[in-house]
């Protein structure tokens, strides 16, 4: 799949992707720093580095300087159709709804 969304962050501002199952999250520029619920690690990525969350769970991405991201949205197999084959919503395209927030500088 080629459908990607190329991202700039500034310095400490926040980046949310609902579902980070749907995409692979690669670092373009500056570094960045991700959690995911439910999921002890941290884990940073810099210039060329890329993420793939192996279950549906929302992702927080924090800039630790001014940053570059690009989603690239995954196939989400038939696996995920079968769980969840009564819903109309995953048998569409995957969406990526993002909100931005930026940190106070406070």
Sequence with gaps: ?????????????????????????DCTAGCLWLTLDHDGRDIILRPGDSFEAQAPRRAILYALEPSGLRLQLRDQGSMRRKLSKK???????????????????G
């Design 1 to 25: 799949m080629n459908d990607s969304t190329p991202l700039t962050l500034a310095a400490r501002q926040l980046f949310v992707v609902p579902d980070a199952g749907a995409v692979r999250i």
């Design 87 to 105: 819903s109309s919503d995953w048998s569409r395209s995957p969406s990526v709804w993002a909100a931005t927030s930026a940190a106070s500088s």
